[in-house]
């Protein structure tokens, strides 16, 4: 079974990676075959060539992660509230989240459902 420090690190990896905009640093976090299905209920993007791409959008657009509270593992799992800011359509705007990393053994997320609606998007 995968630690929790194992797992928090790759949340703490995934999220300062993504302020520096350090795409490679990003993918790094996930596994080759990894599904991202960010919101849930769009299609998962799934491998690492589909996540670049995914990833590369937000970065350009100088999105900025801030964690909300600490990180929650269990089983393979961690969860974690944050925040993302961001300029959308010319305004200051706010996106509050909830991600799920599922693991495999060598610590690699195989898989990311984002949880956040309309109603979890705002002004900043």
């Known amino acids: 079974m995968l630690d929790t420090d194992r797992m928090v690190a790759a949340v703490e990896a995934y999220i300062g990676n993504y302020n520096r905009s350090d795409l ?14 960010d919101p849930v209920g769009t299609p ?10 995914f990833f590369a ?19 393979g799992h961690a969860a974690f509230a944050f925040h993302v800011d961001l300029t959308w359509d010319g305004r ?27 109603a979890n998007m705002g002004a900043a």
């Open 24 to 37: 490679d640093g990003v993918c790094a976090v996930f596994a080759e075959d990894a599904a991202v299905e």
């Open 44 to 53: 998962p993007r799934v491998g690492q060539a589909a996540l670049r791409e």
């Open 57 to 75: 959008v937000g970065i350009a657009a100088g999105a900025r992660l801030t964690l909300d509270g600490p990180v929650r593992c269990a089983h």
């Open 92 to 118: 200051a705007t706010r996106i509050d989240v909830i991600d799920v990393f599922a693991f495999d053994a060598q610590g690699k997320v195989t898989g990311m459902k984002a949880f956040f609606g309309p």
